[in-house]
């Protein structure tokens, strides 16, 4: 994973070809690393995912969310180093590396508010850093004007290094705005989502700002039942852009992010995959050649639009929910980022240790399981019994 990003550096050339089809099959096959989509799907109360590859390789078909100590998780984020963020309804929050099996608690955010958006960046492979922002809606403020002019979001950010949550200032957007929470993509060190008006958000993770931008001008002004899909292409940031009934669509990437200058890069021809399913719809790209397409049925399709193949993949449930990109190689890492042993060394390391184990609570420092935490609340229980009876046995009645 770390080898062709160095490639990607060398030049524009180098950089497009690690997204081709032929280097990318070439390049998991002698590497031994993962790449697809975590498809989260919603079947009553129960949220199920699945990752699906264009791979024809097996071991894919073997990862799951099974080994975390929680069963019914939800993905919320998801990385390009294979790291996912995950929670529960209690809820409780883990960031896990599927492919190791390796999972740690974090400690959990202000669970109070409504969450709208959420979004996780690694800032750093080698040692791993990492950084989690989650957008919430904060509580009527009947006498703060602001709060009524704007659409306000609260905004926290966690650190690996700190291994804490902090509140930054509110995102104040446009009235009648907000971010649309399936849409994120990460690129250039910033999270983007679109909105509900046809723009996109950016959080700029390591300045902890934001900023708003337009889509490309034939995008944001067309508004006759087109299906707009906010996608990562080629490394930078890219819009799909389709109407509901016809066969192609066009595909527009931000080639300068500093100037944010647009290019229509293709008109794509669907027809291929709408035959079969007329609703069919893009949500991600594989790589530089083949689109992800999701159905309305219990399909996903890998469509190769450079030479026009299909590859359907069934799906156990309908309702496809949400669409996780994931690229990860099968190295162990430290979900810590080394913070626990930063913090059990040294007279002044244990100090801080004993201040975090208390401000994250028990069961989130040890990251306890259910079944781990029961043992020690029974464990507890009975040294409380057996203390009762000893103080009542040493009791004496005197009578007068």
């Known amino acids: 994973m770390e080898t062709i990003g160095k490639c990607r550096l060398l030049s524009k050339e180098c950089n497009s070809i690690t997204y081709e089809s032929t280097f990318t099959d070439l390049h998991i096959q002698r590497t031994n690393t993962l790449s697809g989509f975590f498809i989260q799907n919603l079947k009553g109360l129960k949220v199920n995912s699945f990752f699906v590859s264009n791979n024809t390789s097996n071991s894919y078909r073997k990862l799951s969310l099974n080994f975390l100590p929680d069963r019914r998780v939800a993905i919320e984020a998801s990385t390009k180093q294979g790291i996912l963020l995950c929670r529960t309804n209690h809820p409780r929050y883990y ?17 109070r508010y409504e969450t709208v958006a959420i979004g996780m960046l690694v800032i750093r492979s080698k040692p791993l850093h990492y950084k989690i922002v989650k957008f919430s809606l904060p509580k009527v403020r009947c006498h703060d004007r602001d709060f009524f002019r704007y659409y306000c979001h609260r905004c926290e950010l966690f650190d690996s290094k700190t291994w804490t949550w902090k509140q930054l200032e509110e995102v104040k957007m446009p009235k009648h705005e907000s971010l649309y929470p399936k849409s994120i993509v990460s690129v250039s060190g910033s999270l983007h989502w679109l909105t509900w008006v046809k723009n996109i958000f950016a959080f700029h993770v390591n300045e902890e700002s934001y900023s708003m931008f337009s889509l490309p001008l034939p ?27 016809e066969s192609s669509m066009e595909l527009w990437v931000m080639e300068n ?51 026009g193949s299909v590859a359907r993949l069934p799906l156990k449930n309908s309702s496809n929910h949400a669409c996780f990109p994931f690229q990860s190689d099968f190295e162990p890492c430290d979900l810590m980022d080394g913070f626990s042993l930063k913090h059990l060394q040294g007279g002044r390391g244990r100090s801080k240790s004993k201040r975090t184990k208390w401000q994250l609570g028990l069961g989130q420092y040890f990251a306890l399981s259910p079944k781990n935490l029961f043992l020690f609340l029974l464990l507890a229980f009975s040294f409380f019994c057996f203390g009762s009876r000893s103080v009542d046995s040493q009791i004496t009645v005197v009578e007068d």
């Open 257 to 307: 992010y500093e100037k944010k200058e647009w290019n229509k890069r293709y008109t794509i021809n669907i027809e291929a995959v709408r035959r079969k399913e007329p609703y069919a719809r893009p949500i991600a790209f594989y790589n530089a050649d083949i689109a992800l397409m999701k159905e309305y049925n219990h399909h996903v399709t890998f469509f190769n639009f450079k030479n």
């Open 219 to 245: 995008v944001s002004e067309d508004d006759n039942g087109t299906d707009i899909a906010l996608v990562e292409y080629e490394g930078k940031l890219a819009v799909t852009y389709a109407g509901t009934k």
């Open 95 to 111: 960031v896990c590396k599927p492919t190791t099996k390796q999972w740690q608690r974090i400690p959990n955010p202000k669970t």
